[in-house]
């Protein structure tokens, strides 16, 4: 397959990162502010929480949430947005709701959940899934609106049924918006976690944020949120590989 | 035995909201074995004829049959070639030559072996893991031929498959085909807007009239099989392509001549 320079390669990134993260040093070093320590600072707040264990517990929970969230969102998105596109009328219906969804301010479902579920995981859960699964429903019902008539054709003269022509023609021609749309999902998701956690701070990396932010520690603030980037890039990564493993996800016309 | 009468087709103008019609009572008879090609100018519904005896369109009056029974979809008896090659851009070459077989539930181990023979048959040794955005048009089109003859037809539609190729990518898979034809001897359907192609590749070249179309005249290639590398050059040929051409010169005149009336 044709090696894209986007699509290969965490060098270039780690590298980009790298020079960012010194670039923040020398400026936090020269124009001091207790809102942003330099980098070595909050590298070593987050050495000592680990070793203090704040850390991984909270880490775990909100990796926990994440996958459970995400994985939810992609079950219901790939399905609502295949539904619609066989169905006309739903299509008609849920369209609006997308829209709306998707535009509406995400601040907005973390209250609303709060007060169905109450201070529980759930609640968070849902954040991570409110979050990603209107993205991925309207990519994917974005990618199968566009048919390809030719292999469609193709398919037919070869005397395949309808679903054969969906499963076979119609669901892989989709798969570069459908990707396009778990990449942006699964990084709206760790949003979510995030929001989530903050508000009902409980448990989760959010919810340390809160009170190291409650109490002014910049340094262990940034601490996490660092842990939160690394976890949405591993995702990010994560989502490239799984559409360089298979030619049948990651083609691109 | 292919039987085609009194066929006629009209598609509804979406833009104009009228029926315009496309075939208008075609009348053709295919013998096994033959290999017909359908001539006739651009747009003359050649495509079309060639959809409805593929299943793909349904006439709206008049009957198509092969051995005798009514032609009502797709099926097993037909593999298709298309001229833009309609390949999966997201399978391989062994993919999608064995796609039909596929569809119909044929086991992966018989697929794959089906598929090496025909890759070996049509000259893509070593291309088996290729996908199609990294072949020349020619070496797609070979994938294609293999693709229907994987199925193993009775009959071969050919869509103006080399259309879309340059001359002498065209003139290889011409050479090419016709040697498959000597060893395959399947019934074959082979549209083409070309002159030479279809004398050169045909036993009868049936010409239909421009839109809507009819059979114009059915005209027989009495040239040797096997066909020679230069049969362009024996004085049959050129009489017949001057004859075809001619016909095809009157009825664009006829045409010219109707507007200006």
């Known amino acids: 397959m044709q090696a894209d320079a986007y699509a290969t390669g965490w060098q270039p990134r780690a590298l980009s990162l790298a020079a960012g993260a010194a670039l923040w040093e020398v400026a936090a070093r020269l124009a001091p502010t207790s809102f942003l320590p330099p980098f070595s600072a909050v590298i070593a707040a987050l050495v000592t929480m680990i070793q203090q264990g704040a850390i991984l517990a909270n880490l775990a929970v909100s990796l926990g949430n994440l996958a459970l969230g995400f994985a939810g969102a992609v079950a219901v998105g790939l399905a609502a947005g295949i539904a619609m596109s066989r169905f006309r009328r739903l299509a008609m219906v849920g369209e609006p709701y997308l829209t709306a969804f998707l535009t509406a301010p995400s601040l907005v479902y973390v209250p609303v959940l709060f007060t169905i579920f109450g201070a529980t995981r759930l609640t968070q859960i849902g954040s991570v899934f409110l979050h990603a699964v209107f993205v991925i429903a309207t990519t994917t019902l974005a990618g199968l609106r566009e048919r390809r008539p030719g292999l469609e054709a193709m398919a037919a003269s070869f005397g395949a049924t309808d679903r054969q022509i969906f499963w076979k023609v119609r669901w892989p021609s989709a798969q570069p918006p459908v990707m396009n749309g778990l990449r942006v999902g699964v990084l709206l998701a760790v949003k979510g976690m995030i929001n989530g956690e903050m508000f009902i701070a409980f448990t989760g990396l959010g919810a340390l944020v809160r009170i190291y932010g409650g109490r002014f520690e910049a340094d262990k603030v940034l601490a996490i949120i660092l842990v939160v980037v690394v976890v949405a890039l591993l995702c990010a990564l994560a989502v490239d590989a799984l559409e360089r493993r298979r030619p049948s996800i990651g083609w691109r016309a | ?261």
């Open chain 2, 1 to 261: 035995m292919i039987e085609i009468a009194a066929c006629r087709k009209a598609f509804l103008d979406p833009g104009t909201r009228t029926s315009a019609p496309v075939l208008d009572g075609v009348d053709l008879t295919v013998r096994d074995h033959e290999f017909v090609c359908v001539l006739g100018p651009s747009g003359c519904g050649k495509t079309t004829l060639l959809r409805i005896l593929a299943g793909l369109v349904r006439p709206d009056s008049g009957s198509v049959a092969i051995n005798g029974r009514p032609v009502t979809g797709p099926g097993p008896d037909r593999g298709m070639v298309f001229q833009d090659f309609a390949l999966l851009p997201w399978a391989d070459v062994v993919a999608n030559i064995s796609f039909g077989l596929e569809l119909r539930g044929v086991g992966r181990g018989e697929r794959e072996a089906r598929a090496q023979a025909l890759i070996h048959a049509v000259g893509l040794g070593g291309f088996e893991h290729h996908f199609p955005p990294q072949l020349s048009g020619g070496m797609q089109q070979r994938v294609g031929l293999a693709r229907a003859l994987a199925i193993e037809p009775e009959i071969l539609l050919m869509d103006e498959p080399f259309g879309a190729l340059d001359s002498q990518t065209r003139r290889g898979l011409q050479e090419d085909l016709l040697a498959l034809h000597a060893g395959n001897r399947k019934t074959v359907v082979f549209v083409t807007h070309s002159v030479d192609e279809a004398v050169r590749l045909g036993d009868r070249i049936v010409l239909l009239t421009s839109r809507p179309a009819r059979v114009e005249e059915i005209v027989s290639v009495d040239l040797p099989r096997p066909r020679p590398l230069d049969v362009a050059a024996l004085p049959r040929f050129v009489a017949l392509k001057e004859h075809l051409w001619a016909r095809l010169r009157r009825q664009a005149h006829g045409r010219s001549e109707g507007d200006a009336g």
